[in-house]
């Protein structure tokens, strides 16, 4: 069983920061790729960033140059921090990672329950 837990959303003015963590736990052999979703109401999730066990880091155009993906393996967390923060990035931010359970050859994906991040004008 593995699980992974969001923190760190909130509500925020815009132009302000917040950090958010998500934290894997369980039985847990290796983990690839983890990555930030958002999903605003009426919308479709998207990916806002991604960020390999070798700590190469991938976003998407209406983040990058703002956000920050980073990760500690030790700890199975990975990071994401958001600076100049708009109105439009108010979301439900998730959590997904792939993750290698021992015994289990390939990897699959988990997702965390979702923290809400919201930004006032």
């Known amino acids: 069983q593995v699980k992974l837990v969001e923190s760190g959303g909130d509500l925020v003015q815009a132009g302000g920061s917040l950090r958010l963590s998500c934290a894997a736990s369980?039985?847990?052999?290796?983990?690839?790729?983890m990555d930030w979703y958002r999903q605003a109401p009426g919308k479709q999730r998207e990916m806002v960033a991604r960020i390999t066990f070798g700590g190469s880091t991938n976003y998407a155009d209406a983040v990058r140059g703002r956000f920050t993906i980073s990760r500690d393996n030790a700890k199975n967390t990975v990071y994401l921090q958001m600076n100049s923060l708009k109105p439009e990035d108010t979301a439900v931010y998730y959590c997904?990672?792939?993750?290698?359970?021992?015994?289990?050859?390939?990897?699959?994906?988990?997702w965390g329950q979702g923290t809400q991040v919201t930004v006032s004008s």
């Open positions: 997904n990672a792939q993750v290698r359970t021992p015994g289990m050859i390939w990897p699959r994906g988990y």
């Open positions: 369980g039985s847990i052999f290796s983990i690839n790729d």
